[in-house]
């Protein structure tokens, strides 16, 4: 027995663990009932067992396949797997024991556990997105933005990590300039109007000096995002955003940034 | 005349200044959003869902549909001119317009998506305007067995019009419908394989599982080919297709209209189906005249009037029978819930004024795309100058935002990014997510109506087949399965999706 197609032989037996699952999850847990009256694990349990067969189908297939595609589609690495289980059943453990630590835990288990399937590509995007996640409602949006971009970007041909220090300030001075004309102005046209100008003016600043500092197109991409989503999602549509961090909320709201 | 009479009431409510101006703002955000690649209208809704909570109903719905329609518009700008779909219902015009647009003849390519849209817009609203009513008094007899029924035909159409295997479509698609039922079962209240995670008992959010298997997943592969796209902006100079082009088009925008017509009015059907299959179809019956892939404006005809078509009749299976065809008919379902109308055959008698405005809106919608779209297309070219690195940050910042903002929960940005992960799988291992998404949807709904049928008939499955119109729409399916295993269509089918 030789597998001929690789793709084949994987997505059989993703459908097949599904499939056995759902079925079995639902079948000890829950009540089966009957045809007249089905109970909550009836649904499941057919489906279930169908994907299941079909799955073995599938799976089947890739032995006899005329169609020839390597066992390695892509690149799972066992290893980093076993250690995002670790880092699942730490979590686990420390659920409702210590927040703080629980949800570190789940962020390694997250991004570990996608850094076991494929390449950098997938794993650093998917992990600026999970670091964004957990930091959206302590450190408030400006910042999660940041960390976003930043990461994400890594992967990225043109990422460079020595010119990350000069973007980084860059971008806060895009911000400071945005912060500044907002608590200035919105005293005199109100927060929404300050927060439409101090947008147009930080992104349009941004877009100019980026043109001509070399090295700094990162730091105003993440300052620009930022200042964006505050105005727009944050004062315009008025989606319940931090913009700042939690330990800075007084001050924050003073200059009209307070959740 | 009852359709006249109708149709001068919805006039009548989308003419007023209001609707105008939210028609407006919805076709504009729509067409940007569209050009925009990675970001599309699910994202987009999401977000302004909260929004639409202070709107009057008809404003907020009219809005939301000219998203939809509008994106199907910018979407082609994009596939035209960068070789990669701005919507996913674009990705084969990608073939032809961008061949088009490297032989010179960008100006066309946009010229006749254009045209071809519009077409398909004036005519599909017409066609929801006369198959609506009907297809509501007949929903009016549906019970729980016909709907079961008709959901399963949908599915079955979303498979067989899957690219690739078959069976892996279906498996998909079962997969779809397990991943469903997570969250609290209506009947018994049990919270169903939530493992104890409380945020699960509500069920995996649609939105995350759609951005992820969609969006990110796009965006992963995007960053790991590194290709350098190449954008056309100097050459287009005459937006108007010749007498010669707009002959040759003629006959194949109407038959792509007829065609993308028809699969969005089929539950499971949508832009995306429609697409591909007038593709297709257009390929099939021009056959060895026609020089597709190689820059045949038939092939960009095609394809854009039939998403338009598609987009808009997908309203169908929404407004009449309360079912959602695609992600997107599943917000507007929410959308209609925030307002407190269920949708479902009783909207159209009940509120006429919200149906039939939002109806003649998109007529109204279409007439405005088509002003925006031709002479604004230097500003949408501009746009899609900026390089894709700077781009698709703000698309995952945006896709998460928009999933963030439907529970205000960071938990569903996780779990899209599980589903990331899943969609990068699913595209390497050559399963195709579409089917997934429609089962997800449907799943719940598919239940609730089997044990309701199932109850009725006292446990007698024969009831699915018993009732005429049930066993009608279970015919067809399994016809169309039928179809799919007969060798010479299975051939027909391949060579179909071989792009």
């Given at each position: 027995m030789q597998i001929k197609n690789g793709k084949d032989f994987w997505s059989g037996l993703m459908f097949m663990a599904f499939g056995l699952g759902f079925s079995i999850v639902a079948y000890n847990n829950y009540n089966m009932g009957?045809?007249?009256?089905?109970?909550?694990a009836y649904f499941p349990v057919m489906l279930g067992a169908l994907l299941t067969v079909l799955g073995a189908v599938i799976f089947g297939r890739s032995f006899a396949s005329s169609i020839q595609h390597s066992i390695r589609v892509f690149a799972f690495r066992p290893v980093v797997f076993l250690i995002a289980c670790v880092c699942g059943a730490l979590a686990y453990y420390l659920r409702g024991h210590n927040d703080f630590l629980y949800s570190l835990a789940l962020a390694a288990t997250l991004i570990v556990g996608q850094a076991a399937f494929g390449t950098r590509a997938l794993y650093i995007v998917l992990a600026s997105v999970v670091v964004f996640a957990f930091v959206l409602k302590p450190l408030g949006l400006l910042l999660a933005t940041a960390l976003l971009v930043i990461i994400s970007r890594?992967?990225?041909?043109?990422?460079?990590w020595g010119e990350l220090p000069k973007a980084v300030i860059f971008g806060v001075v895009v911000i400071a300039v945005y912060a500044a004309i907002l608590a200035g102005l919105q005293g005199v046209v109100g927060v929404g109007r300050a927060s439409a100008i101090a947008m147009v003016v930080a992104i349009a600043g941004a877009i100019f000096g980026a043109r001509r500092v070399p090295g700094t197109e990162l730091g105003a991409l993440f300052a620009i995002l930022g200042v964006f989503s505050v105005a727009v999602?944050?004062?315009?549509?008025?989606?319940?955003?931090?913009?700042?961090?939690d330990v800075l909320d007084d001050a924050c709201r003073k200059i009209g940034l307070g959740s | 005349m009852d359709l006249i009479h109708n149709l001068s009431i919805g006039f009548g409510v989308a003419l007023t200044p209001l609707n105008l101006a939210y028609c407006f703002l919805g076709a504009l955000l729509g067409t940007l959003i569209g050009v925009l690649p990675g970001i599309g209208p699910i994202a987009t809704i999401a977000m302004l869902l909260p929004v639409?909570?202070?709107?009057p109903p008809v404003s907020a719905l009219i809005m939301l549909a000219g998203i939809y329609y509008g994106a199907q518009y910018g979407g082609s700008t994009t596939a035209i001119l960068v070789n990669i779909p701005g919507e996913s219902s674009s990705a084969v015009t990608t073939l032809d317009g961008y061949a088009m647009a490297r032989r010179g003849r960008a100006g066309p390519a946009l010229g006749i998506a254009a045209i071809g849209s519009f077409f398909a817009g004036c005519v599909s609203t017409v066609i929801i305007a006369l198959f609506a009513p009907p297809l509501a008094e007949v929903a009016l007899k549906f019970g729980p067995a016909e709907y079961f029924s008709l959901m399963v035909l949908g599915l079955v159409g979303a498979t067989v019009l899957a690219h690739g295997s078959l069976i892996k479509a279906i498996a998909m698609t079962l997969l779809g419908l397990l991943l469903g039922l997570v969250g609290t079962d209506v009947n018994s209240g049990i919270a169903r394989f939530s493992f104890g995670i409380s945020e699960l008992s509500d069920g995996i959010g649609f939105v995350g599982v759609a951005m992820g298997m969609f969006g990110f997943a796009e965006v992963i592969s995007n960053v790991d080919q590194t290709e350098t796209r190449e954008v056309f902006d100097t050459s287009i100079k005459n937006l108007l297709p010749t007498w010669a082009d707009i002959r040759k088009c003629t006959w194949t925008v109407i038959r792509a209209t007829g065609l993308g017509s028809a699969l969005g009015i089929l539950p499971g059907g949508g832009a995306l189906l429609a697409s591909f299959a007038a593709y297709a179809m257009e390929k099939k019956i021009v056959g060895s005249d026609g020089e597709f892939g190689r820059g045949d404006i038939r092939g960009v005809a095609a394809p854009e009037s039939a998403n338009n078509a598609g987009a808009q009749t997908s309203f169908i299976p929404l407004l009449t029978l309360g079912i959602p065809s695609n992600p997107v008919m599943a917000l507007m379902i929410g959308a209609m819930m925030i307002q407190g109308i269920a949708p479902g055959p009783q909207v159209m008698t009940e509120r006429p004024q919200l149906f039939w405005g939002m109806i003649a809106s998109m007529w109204v919608g279409n007439a405005m795309l088509i002003v925006l779209n031709l002479p604004l297309i230097g500003l949408w070219v501009k746009l899609l100058t900026v390089k894709y690195r700077l781009l698709y940050p703000a698309i995952l910042i945006f896709c998460a935002i928009g999933v963030y903002s439907v529970n205000n929960a960071n938990f569903d940005i996780l779990v899209t990014s599980l589903f990331g992960l899943l969609g990068f799988i699913c595209v390497k291992l050559e399963c195709e997510p579409a089917p997934l998404i429609l089962g997800f949807i449907l799943g719940p709904m598919m239940e609730e109506n089997l044990r309701r049928a199932m109850l009725l008939s006292r446990g007698d499955p024969t009831v699915f087949a018993t009732r005429p119109i049930s066993a009608g729409l279970l015919v067809v399916a399994l016809g169309l399965i039928g179809l799919m295993m007969a060798p010479a269509f299975k051939k027909t089918r391949e060579e179909a999706f071989q792009e």
């Amino acid at each position: 027995m030789q597998i001929k197609n690789g793709k084949d032989f994987w997505s059989g037996l993703m459908f097949m663990a599904f499939g056995l699952g759902f079925s079995i999850v639902a079948y000890n847990n829950y009540n089966m009932g009957s045809a007249v009256r089905m109970g909550p694990a009836y649904f499941p349990v057919m489906l279930g067992a169908l994907l299941t067969v079909l799955g073995a189908v599938i799976f089947g297939r890739s032995f006899a396949s005329s169609i020839q595609h390597s066992i390695r589609v892509f690149a799972f690495r066992p290893v980093v797997f076993l250690i995002a289980c670790v880092c699942g059943a730490l979590a686990y453990y420390l659920r409702g024991h210590n927040d703080f630590l629980y949800s570190l835990a789940l962020a390694a288990t997250l991004i570990v556990g996608q850094a076991a399937f494929g390449t950098r590509a997938l794993y650093i995007v998917l992990a600026s997105v999970v670091v964004f996640a957990f930091v959206l409602k302590p450190l408030g949006l400006l910042l999660a933005t940041a960390l976003l971009v930043i990461i994400s970007r890594i992967p990225d041909a043109d990422f460079r990590w020595g010119e990350l220090p000069k973007a980084v300030i860059f971008g806060v001075v895009v911000i400071a300039v945005y912060a500044a004309i907002l608590a200035g102005l919105q005293g005199v046209v109100g927060v929404g109007r300050a927060s439409a100008i101090a947008m147009v003016v930080a992104i349009a600043g941004a877009i100019f000096g980026a043109r001509r500092v070399p090295g700094t197109e990162l730091g105003a991409l993440f300052a620009i995002l930022g200042v964006f989503s505050v105005a727009v999602f944050g004062h315009g549509l008025g989606l319940p955003f931090n913009a700042c961090p939690d330990v800075l909320d007084d001050a924050c709201r003073k200059i009209g940034l307070g959740s | 005349m009852d359709l006249i009479h109708n149709l001068s009431i919805g006039f009548g409510v989308a003419l007023t200044p209001l609707n105008l101006a939210y028609c407006f703002l919805g076709a504009l955000l729509g067409t940007l959003i569209g050009v925009l690649p990675g970001i599309g209208p699910i994202a987009t809704i999401a977000m302004l869902l909260p929004v639409t909570f202070t709107l009057p109903p008809v404003s907020a719905l009219i809005m939301l549909a000219g998203i939809y329609y509008g994106a199907q518009y910018g979407g082609s700008t994009t596939a035209i001119l960068v070789n990669i779909p701005g919507e996913s219902s674009s990705a084969v015009t990608t073939l032809d317009g961008y061949a088009m647009a490297r032989r010179g003849r960008a100006g066309p390519a946009l010229g006749i998506a254009a045209i071809g849209s519009f077409f398909a817009g004036c005519v599909s609203t017409v066609i929801i305007a006369l198959f609506a009513p009907p297809l509501a008094e007949v929903a009016l007899k549906f019970g729980p067995a016909e709907y079961f029924s008709l959901m399963v035909l949908g599915l079955v159409g979303a498979t067989v019009l899957a690219h690739g295997s078959l069976i892996k479509a279906i498996a998909m698609t079962l997969l779809g419908l397990l991943l469903g039922l997570v969250g609290t079962d209506v009947n018994s209240g049990i919270a169903r394989f939530s493992f104890g995670i409380s945020e699960l008992s509500d069920g995996i959010g649609f939105v995350g599982v759609a951005m992820g298997m969609f969006g990110f997943a796009e965006v992963i592969s995007n960053v790991d080919q590194t290709e350098t796209r190449e954008v056309f902006d100097t050459s287009i100079k005459n937006l108007l297709p010749t007498w010669a082009d707009i002959r040759k088009c003629t006959w194949t925008v109407i038959r792509a209209t007829g065609l993308g017509s028809a699969l969005g009015i089929l539950p499971g059907g949508g832009a995306l189906l429609a697409s591909f299959a007038a593709y297709a179809m257009e390929k099939k019956i021009v056959g060895s005249d026609g020089e597709f892939g190689r820059g045949d404006i038939r092939g960009v005809a095609a394809p854009e009037s039939a998403n338009n078509a598609g987009a808009q009749t997908s309203f169908i299976p929404l407004l009449t029978l309360g079912i959602p065809s695609n992600p997107v008919m599943a917000l507007m379902i929410g959308a209609m819930m925030i307002q407190g109308i269920a949708p479902g055959p009783q909207v159209m008698t009940e509120r006429p004024q919200l149906f039939w405005g939002m109806i003649a809106s998109m007529w109204v919608g279409n007439a405005m795309l088509i002003v925006l779209n031709l002479p604004l297309i230097g500003l949408w070219v501009k746009l899609l100058t900026v390089k894709y690195r700077l781009l698709y940050p703000a698309i995952l910042i945006f896709c998460a935002i928009g999933v963030y903002s439907v529970n205000n929960a960071n938990f569903d940005i996780l779990v899209t990014s599980l589903f990331g992960l899943l969609g990068f799988i699913c595209v390497k291992l050559e399963c195709e997510p579409a089917p997934l998404i429609l089962g997800f949807i449907l799943g719940p709904m598919m239940e609730e109506n089997l044990r309701r049928a199932m109850l009725l008939s006292r446990g007698d499955p024969t009831v699915f087949a018993t009732r005429p119109i049930s066993a009608g729409l279970l015919v067809v399916a399994l016809g169309l399965i039928g179809l799919m295993m007969a060798p010479a269509f299975k051939k027909t089918r391949e060579e179909a999706f071989q792009e």
